[in-house]
T-cell receptor
Framework: AQSVTQLDSQVPVFEEAPVELRCNYS??????LFWYVQYPNQGLQLLLK??????LVKGINGFEAEFNKSQTSFHLRKPSVHISDTAEYFC????????????FGTGTRLLVSP | DTGVSQDPRHKITKRGQNVTFRCDPI?????LYWYRQTLGQGPEFLTY????????KSRLLSDRFSAERPKGSFSTLEIQRTEQGDSAMYLC????????????FGPGTRLTVT
């Protein structure tokens, strides 16, 4: 079984500042890792995913994440945020064999202010 | 393709009533998932279909819940004898049958049980 911990429930940041949203996971098997964004009253949209290969993954809207197997982490970063990045961000994990249901963290609300 | 659609977007019902939600996945996706999201939490897996076969169900899916996917196309999720604890956002997602295949989420159906 897998689990995900997102330590920060809310991250306030000023526009154009860098941001890091933290995600740690637990699994007894090898994993796939995902970051999803949820805007108000909308479904989840995939930002990026790690399946294998390079541990630095680039996604949409200027986001990137780094898979660190030894620290079981998959932190999300953006060098300069915009007001429009204000949303809920979810980290998710699945096993990488057989059926792959997503196990989500509790989410981090990113609040970007001018 | 217009993505995953869900109907209705909002449902208010009285305790004890039955409700049914519909999900139309992306047409070429043969995997379909249902998740439930409560306030302040990440989505939690409920059940999964590959084509018309329901292959896995979470322990969260009590016997009051039933899901179907006739002909491997759209899916329905029915909740019988609703309880106030069933109030949540019900999310549907679909994906291709590929390792790490991206799950595309619909906008969700928000259920309120009074």
């Amino acid at each position: 079984a897998q689990s995900v911990t997102q330590l920060d429930s809310q991250v306030p940041v000023f526009e154009e500042a860098p941001v890091e949203l933290r995600c740690n996971y637990s699994s007894s098997v090898s994993v796939y890792l995902f970051w999803y964004v949820q805007y108000p009253n909308q479904g989840l949209q995939l930002l990026l995913k790690y399946l294998s290969g390079s541990t630095l993954v680039k996604g949409i809207n200027g986001f990137e994440a780094e898979f660190n197997k030894s620290q079981t982490s998959f932190h999300l970063r953006k060098p300069s945020v915009h007001i429009s990045d204000t949303a809920e961000y979810f980290c998710a994990v699945s096993g990488n064999t057989g059926f792959q249901k997503l196990v989500f963290g509790t989410g981090t609300r990113l609040l970007v202010s001018p | 393709d217009t993505g995953v659609s869900q109907d209705p977007r909002h449902k208010i019902t009285k305790r004890g009533q039955n409700v049914t939600f519909r999900c139309d996945p992306i047409s070429e996706h043969n995997r379909l998932y249902w998740y439930r999201q409560t306030l302040g939490q990440g989505p939690e897996f409920l059940t999964y279909f590959q084509n018309e076969a329901q292959l896995e169900k979470s322990r969260l899916l009590s016997d009051r819940f039933s899901a179907e996917r006739p002909k491997g196309s759209f899916s329905t999720l029915e909740i019988q004898r609703t309880e106030q604890g069933d109030s949540a956002m019900y999310l549907c997602a679909s994906s291709p049958a590929l390792p790490g295949g991206e799950q595309y989420f619909g906008p969700g159906t928000r259920l309120t049980v009074t």
